[in-house]
Every structure is written in C-alpha cells, then in structure tokens.
C-alpha cells in the first residue's frame, strides 16, 4: 500500500488550499482514510477522516466548518479542501488508510495501518 499526499504550499491566512492523497496497492473503496497534521514541536494531531462505506466524515473541532474531506473512488484518491486557513493550521499533513478502523479510534494515529510521506502547508499571517 502507498500513499502520496501531495499539494501544499504557502497560502495567506483566509486562503484556501485542497490537498490530495493519492492511493495504490489497495482496493480503495474498502478504506477509511484520514488526515493527521504535525506542527514544529507538537504531536500529531487528528484533522478529520471520510469512512469507507457511505463515505461519512468526520472532523476535529479546530478544522469544522473549515476544512471538508472528500473522496474519488474512480482515481483512489482523497481531497482535504481548506479554507478559511489560520496560522496555526501550519504543519505537515499526512494521510492515512485503515480498512477496519472504527469511528471510535479514528483520532487515534496509532490506530491506522498505512501512512503517507506529509505535505509542508504554511500559512502567514
């Protein structure tokens, strides 16, 4: 299984960016994915995740309202739409795949089983 997450950069505080999470070696469609982000200094933190059946989402609080997830099952890839961005929303991103994860443990890093590399998002004040 790899994942590529791709499409950081540096956006301005109130912009937007969409990252993608590309997929191969698994049947996607069976699998929940999720984004995690780490800033300098800090743990890895929980951003939000779309299941595999029904393709419901979840969010952390920081993020709702703010960022949505969604998924193309045809090009086994996951976007993570943000906007509305802060400074603080600066960190790596990575994506995770897990197929059996349940929606208690989805904030849980430990939790899921195939990670990406991380994109570098930055946002100025």
């Known amino acids: 299984v790899q994942l590529q997450a791709s499409g950081g950069g540096l956006a301005q505080a109130g912009g937007s960016l969409r990252l993608s999470c590309a997929a191969s070696?698994?049947?996607?469609?069976?699998?929940?994915i999720g984004w995690f982000r780490q800033a300098p200094g800090k743990e890895r933190e929980f951003v939000g995740a779309?299941?595999?059946?029904?393709?419901?989402?979840y969010y952390a609080d920081s993020v709702k309202g703010r960022f949505t997830i969604s998924r193309d099952n045809a090009k086994n890839t996951v976007y993570l739409q943000m906007n509305s961005l802060k400074p603080e929303d600066t960190a790596v991103y990575y994506c995770?795949?897990?197929?059996?994860?349940?929606?208690?443990?989805?904030?849980?890093?430990?939790?899921?089983?195939?990670w990406g590399q991380g994109t570098l998002v930055t946002v100025s004040s």
């Open positions: 779309i299941r595999r059946s029904g393709g419901h989402t």
């Open positions: 070696g698994l049947i996607f469609s069976s699998y929940s």
């Open positions: 995770a795949a897990d197929q059996g994860i349940i929606i208690s443990s989805l904030s849980s890093s430990s939790q899921w089983d195939y």
